[in-house]
């Protein structure tokens, strides 16, 4: 047993439960709880605290800074749900479908605000410098501007065909990736550690963050549903472009580019469109490439971590990356 990963697991959960939500109004407060209980990896609050363990810290420092991570992940998956006219999150049901569209936009905006007030913590009164507090405060709020663009982007990229990987790549960058790295930065601040201490754990998100995006991808045309939580080839039915859609683009021509392209572009795709595009996936390699490209990134994360000392914390983050390459959901 590892007993260091109880302990994160440990101080996340202890800080979810001291999360102040209030009871009342239960239509505004009722379906953030619904949202955090519905489980999910928790990944974003555990690099918060290692990020801060591996640049010398205290990881019970940055649980505030880990709450506030996760709420306003929990945020953009509400906002997102209502976009993207999602039914289901995590094998139950969202929350506009729980509730209504109103209802979950409304907890959406409380859950920024809360997740934001999370960062109070860090005062001269709590050991802090000015500085830092204010880094925190920085840091959250880019994250949350560059993760909009991101979501932007996205609902852009629907309506054109003409998308190029680097176009997708920033997407998402800002979309996905912002996040992750903002979250081993933010546990880097919390330590006090160095701008190039922060660095590195910034681009150990980041390449984190674009290999979690483009494996998602990859497990929605290939993961079983039950335990990944979506219908196979849901990305093809609502017709957005992922890394796999992309590459397989580049790689058609003639008529059987055209009509992939027409499926895409249907939003009453049969079930058997949807299994054609994915076989298409298959025969002309676009699986075993973004295999390569999810594994290539996290080796590069590794490799970054030779700029930090052997720690729990170092081995933590090994772990932790060798279960994303492995994950089925």
Known sequence: MNTKTDRLSALIETGLQRTEIPQTPKSLYDPIRYILHMGGKRLRPRLVLIGCGLAGGDP????????????????????????DQAESRRGKPTVHMRWDTSAA????????????????????????????????????????????????????????????????????????AALIQTSLTMGGSVAEADEETIHELGQIGLDAGIAFQIQDDLLDATADPDKFGKR??????????????????????????????????????????????????EEHGVISDAVDAIKNRYISCLERLDHFPDSTFKDEIRILMDKLTKREN
């Open 105 to 176: 936009i409304l907890s959406g905006d409380s859950m920024f605000a809360l997740a934001m007030a999370q960062l109070d913590f860090y005062t001269a009164e709590n050991g802090f410098t000015p500085e830092t507090g204010l880094r925190l405060y920085r840091d959250f709020s880019q994250a949350s501007i560059t993760v909009c663009e991101g979501q932007a982007m996205d609902m852009d990229f629907e309506a054109s065909l003409e998308v190029s990987l680097d176009d997708y790549l920033e997407m998402i960058r800002c979309k996905t």
């Open 60 to 83: 019970e420092k940055a649980v505030p800074a880990a709450m506030s991570v996760e709420l306003l992940h929990n945020f953009t998956l509400i906002h997102d749900d209502i976009m």
């Open 232 to 281: 196979k080839g849901g990305d093809i039915y609502e017709g957005k472009k992922t890394w796999l859609t992309i590459q397989l683009l580049n790689r058609l021509s003639g008529e059987e580019k055209s009509k992939v392209e027409q499926i895409l572009q249907n939003r009453a795709s049969t079930a058997q469109d949807v299994e054609g595009v994915i076989r298409l996936y």
